[in-house]
């Protein structure tokens, strides 16, 4: 700060006896000295290497006479818990911690509508809102998003969950004020079509779409089709899950002309037409997930005409065999990812996966789950994918201690190796101590072939190998996928929460950025962390862009984990 950028210095803190009047309050409710956090640069007079202080040339700075945007950005390097002490220990820092902070989550109860306004009047920047309802409450109305809505006219990010009083009015409304909106994600809602005709209408600049459980009063019946609307010309993200009538999005699918993702899971329907009518409009799609639907080989052979397609997943879709595989393999050459769960119905096997190995040399990952393979088609894929690095069977009965052999010998770039539940042995193990060069992280599970004395054989030949050998009774496959982990039943849906105090903001989990600097903090006081903080950031230290999620109640009863702290006197 102030500093040429040539020049190397640390930042020293020191305690002075100079009264500041803005830090009245410590983390206890005691009485705080009235002390000054002294920042002193430091010159080194090497890289590393730190000399003592001049205090004849050094430039005494106040935390307190720091500029509020400086203050705003030393905040982002605290975690949830930590700002929310950092903002009991002076009006300032409770008003700049508010208005720096962008994102909230909100218990969306009924009772959250008289709190509207106290909240957001000072959490007044807040773009990514979460509002969630456990199932046993009674969830916000059309009343308390309305004025959501108008208190944060420039929110780009909203997910609801369980907001099942909200109505096609209230979500129409909400549009209408919130046009900005980029991403919306609703899970177990009860409004329906007209409410997302609205969404789809207004805001224009729509990127992400994800609709899980939309509970209407029109399921059963006749739904107005959804789209494509305004926002069909930004939407790259469309994801349906659970949806009784979710083929009335299909005009929103095919009219979304630059769709990069497409994700269907468990969607009642025929696909089939949906599919082929897609791919004839939308010439960008790169991901495509299809899981537990109706689409046979002649929706899977459509896709081939996605010559950008790179990942694809067809997990429990019975109707599906190798000439759909083959068709897109012979023209979909750019495929990275492939995951397929054929629930062993030997629907889709060698054949189809020679023709991934001879037309897709740049596959990286391939997660096979109920799907048969022998050794000539993975002598094939280790040949000729020279790039694959991550390799999955779960429930192969054909793969054996030949099949580990081959893979042993073929797979030279291979990093990344599961399997579980297949009839592999000690040999299988002992192919592994000499082949796959690369391999950094192996994991066994339920192959009963397998003992712990193989695994330490295995161990003590590969030291730098992370072996995770789990013979027990687990249900989850770890395909050590880079975008996710897959499951055997591969339905992943987020909790909901079920705390019971509707004005309460809920906690999260700190990010990777601020876990090591939170452990080291300890249970420093307000103004302690902050120093911590500030030479953090001074020094250029790693940090993010955005703000965490609080961890707050009500202005007065701040707190984190919903324990209350004390108040200002």
């Given amino acids: ?80 818990g930590d700002r929310s002490r ?27 509508l008289d709190s509207v306004p106290a909240l957001f009047a000072r959490f007044d920047a807040v773009t990514k809102l979460a509002l969630k309802c456990d199932r046993k409450s009674l969830s916000i109305g059309d009343d308390a998003l309305v004025l959501i809505s108008l208190k944060c006219r420039k929110l780009t990010r909203l997910k609801l969950r369980g907001c099942r009083e909200l109505t096609d009015t209230g979500i129409a409304v909400f549009a209408s004020n919130c046009r900005g909106l980029r991403k919306l994600s609703c899970g177990s809602c009860a409004f329906g079509a007209k409410g997302m005709n609205a969404v789809i209408d207004h805001c224009a600049s729509l990127e992400e779409l994800s609709v899980k459980r939309l509970r209407s009063p029109a399921d059963g019946a006749a739904t107005d089709p959804i789209g494509p609307g305004a926002a069909a010309a930004s939407l790259k993200t469309i994801c349906l899950k659970e ?8 005009p929103l699918i095919i009219g979304s002309k630059n769709l990069r993702t497409l994700k269907l899971v468990k969607c009642y329907g025929d696909w089939d037409t949906v599919l082929q009518v897609m791919v004839q409009r939308v010439a960008k ?5 299809l899981e537990r639907i109706q689409v046979s080989d002649f929706g899977i052979a459509s896709l081939s005409n996605c010559s950008d397609l790179e990942i694809l997943h067809l997990l429990k ?25 054929g629930l062993k119905l030997n629907r889709i096997g060698d054949d189809g996966l020679i023709a991934v190995a001879k037309h897709c040399p740049n596959l990286q990952e391939l997660v096979l789950i109920g799907v048969n393979p022998t050794e000539s088609s ?15 069977f779960c429930s192969s009965d054909t793969v054996g201690d030949p099949e580990i052999v081959c893979i042993a010998a073929r797979c030279m770039v291979l990093k990344k190796l599961c399997i579980k539940n297949c009839p592999v ?8 101590a000499s082949g796959c060069p690369n391999l950094v992280k192996l994991k066994v599970k339920k192959c009963g072939g397998v003992t712990s004395e193989g695994a330490h054989w295995l161990r003590a030949r590969r030291e730098s190998l992370a072996l995770n050998l789990d013979s027990s009774d687990q249900e989850q496959v770890d395909a050590f996928a880079s975008d996710g982990v897959v499951e055997e039943n591969h339905v992943e849906f987020p909790p909901v929460p079920s705390r019971t105090a509707s004005a309460n903001i809920a906690s999260s989990s700190g990010t990777s950025r601020s876990s090591s600097f939170k452990a080291r903090l300890g249970s420093l006081s307000g103004k ?42």
């Fill in 528 to 569: 302690s962390l902050m120093a911590c903080a500030f030479r953090r950031w001074s020094s250029g230290g790693g940090g993010g862009g955005h703000d965490d999620l609080a961890g707050h109640r009500l202005p007065g009863h701040l707190g984190h984990d919903n324990s209350p702290l004390p108040r200002k006197p």
């Fill in 243 to 250: 949806l009784y009538n979710g083929q009335c999005f299909g």
């Fill in 425 to 432: 042995s000690d040999e299988g193990m002992k192919a592994l």
């Fill in 317 to 341: 879709t019975p109707q599906c065999t190798n000439l759909g595989l083959v068709s897109v393999a012979e023209r979909c050459k750019l495929l990275r990812k492939l995951h397929i769960d």
């Fill in 86 to 112: 950092c903002s009991l220990v002076c009006r300032r820092w409770l008003t700049i911690e508010g208005q720096s902070r962008h994102r909230l989550a909100l218990n969306a109860q009924s009772e959250l």
């Fill in 378 to 392: 993975l002598d094939l894929l280790g040949s000729n994918c020279g790039t694959l690095e991550r390799l999955a």
């Fill in 1 to 80: 700060m102030g500093q040429s950028p040539s020049s190397t210095a640390s930042v020293l803190v020191r305690r002075g006896p100079d009264p500041d009047p803005d830090l009245d309050l410590d983390l206890g409710g005691r009485s705080a000295s009235k002390s000054k956090a002294v920042i002193w640069p430091v010159p080194g007079e090497a890289a590393g290497e730190c000399a003592a202080p001049d205090l004849s040339v050094s430039v005494s700075v106040s935390i307190s006479d720091l500029p509020d945007e400086c203050l705003a950005c030393v905040f982002q390097y605290l975690g949830s």
């Fill in 285 to 289: 799609i790169v991901e495509i997930h």
